[in-house]
């Protein structure tokens, strides 16, 4: 049966690698055209088939573009492909991080706050980065940030692993 939805586009993808040609289609529809759906929000058909998440089959725009990247980047030549550096990371480390308004002046965040890592381990998210739990007072208690943005006492740079 064919979907009596309206579609907002179709994103073609084809590529031509040393494994031989792939071609994929997405149609994306606006979240709208379903009772639960929020404006704004979108839903994607891959090769005719419903490319759901776990929690919800909607994604924002920009979850949309990630999707549509990730794909991108997984069929590049591998001399393009670079897996985020990763750093080990330990329950109950102590580190800091910036937070508040940037400094135009001087490009960086003015306030800085101590933060203890509270999570047993850290999770990839979509955007490929590394993240973990963590507490902060003066953030208002505990909250997901990714580890680039964490600065750690130890002063090592993070580590492939």
Same mark, same amino acid.
């Given at each position: 049966?064919?979907?009596?939805r309206?579609?907002?586009?179709?994103? &073609?993808?084809? @590529?031509?690698?040393?494994?031989?040609?792939?071609?994929?289609?997405i149609?994306? @529809?606006?979240?709208?055209? !379903?009772? /639960?759906?929020?404006?704004?929000y @979108?839903?994607?058909?891959?090769?005719?088939s !419903?490319? /759901?998440?776990?929690?919800? %089959?909607?994604?924002?725009?920009?979850?949309?573009?990630?999707?549509?990247?990730?794909?991108?980047?997984?069929?590049?030549?591998?001399?393009?492909?670079?897996? %985020?550096?990763?750093?080990?990371?330990? &329950?109950?480390?102590?580190? !800091?991080?910036?937070?508040? %308004?940037?400094?135009?002046?001087?490009?960086?965040?003015?306030?800085? &706050?101590?933060?203890?890592?509270?999570?047993?381990?850290?999770?990839?998210?979509?955007?490929?980065?590394?993240?973990?739990?963590?507490?902060?007072?003066?953030?208002?208690?505990?909250?997901?940030?990714?580890?680039d943005?964490?600065? @750690?006492? /130890?002063?090592?740079?993070?580590?492939?692993?």
């Amino acid at each position: 049966m064919a979907e009596k939805r309206q579609k907002i586009g179709a994103i &073609c993808l084809k @590529f031509e690698a040393s494994c031989g040609a792939k071609s994929m289609k997405i149609d994306v @529809f606006p979240a709208s055209e !379903w009772e /639960d759906g929020l404006r704004g929000y @979108f839903r994607l058909r891959r090769d005719g088939s !419903w490319d /759901d998440l776990k929690r919800s %089959p909607y994604r924002s725009a920009k979850a949309v573009a990630q999707y549509i990247a990730a794909f991108v980047r997984e069929h590049l030549d591998g001399s393009t492909r670079k897996r %985020p550096a990763r750093r080990e990371v330990h &329950c109950l480390e102590p580190c !800091w991080l910036d937070y508040g %308004p940037d400094d135009p002046a001087l490009g960086l965040q003015l306030k800085s &706050c101590d933060a203890r890592i509270v999570s047993e381990d850290t999770v990839i998210g979509e955007d490929g980065r590394q993240y973990v739990v963590i507490s902060a007072q003066e953030l208002g208690g505990i909250r997901l940030m990714p580890v680039d943005e964490l600065r @750690f006492y /130890d002063r090592k740079e993070r580590s492939d692993g």
